[in-house]
């Protein structure tokens, strides 16, 4: 093999990687307005609900937001005629992550609704800096700075609102995040 063609193959290598970086994330800004949607929807189910009834608006959502996640990847997967593996990992990150922020609450007799939240947002927070450095994608890395941000700002200056600022706030950035992503195919 010549150099020109070696370099040929290294483009084409390029121009692919580049497309599948692409293509990953506009479809994972679908998963991301799904999540906002869930924020919104169990965030404002802890301002308005009491803990109890708002435990089960939180149910409701994380089951519906985790079943339209499938759907989505579904769809995703056989619309683009490919399927990726990627799915795999993902899920069993944020599982873990999940279990952790359980065990957190748990060990550390975490207790009340805003500081419950504020531990479970900033681990969901972390996740995304760690997606986004993963996946080099500024904007997942960012959004999850940006949630961290918000989440203790909401915490500190607005307590009795914390619920409706983590909707508002929280929910909507990542609503307008995937929508960017979605739009731009980033």
């Known amino acids: ?96 992550l999940g279990v952790f922020s359980g065990l957190l609450i748990w060990l550390f007799h975490v207790n009340g609704v805003n500081r419950v939240g504020l531990l479970i947002l900033l681990v969901a927070a972390m996740g995304f800096v760690q997606i986004g450095a993963l996946f080099q994608h500024w904007l997942i890395g960012v959004t999850g700075i940006l949630i961290a941000v918000l989440t203790i700002g909401a915490f500190l200056l607005f307590p009795a609102y914390f619920g409706l600022s983590m909707a508002i706030l929280g929910g909507g950035l990542l609503v307008a995040s995937g929508l960017w992503m979605i739009r731009s195919g980033r």
């Open 1 to 96: 093999m010549d150099s020109n063609q070696a370099l040929d193959d290294l483009k084409t290598i390029r121009q692919i990687m580049d497309r599948t970086q692409k293509a990953a994330g506009g479809n994972g800004g679908w998963f991301m307005v799904i999540a906002g949607v869930m924020w919104i929807v169990g965030f404002t189910g802890n301002q308005f609900l009491s803990d109890e009834h708002a435990g089960w608006v939180w149910a409701v959502a994380n089951v519906g937001g985790i079943l339209a996640m499938i759907w989505v990847g579904m769809r995703l997967a056989r619309d683009s005629g490919m399927s990726t593996p990627m799915w795999k990992p993902a899920f069993l990150f944020w599982i873990a």
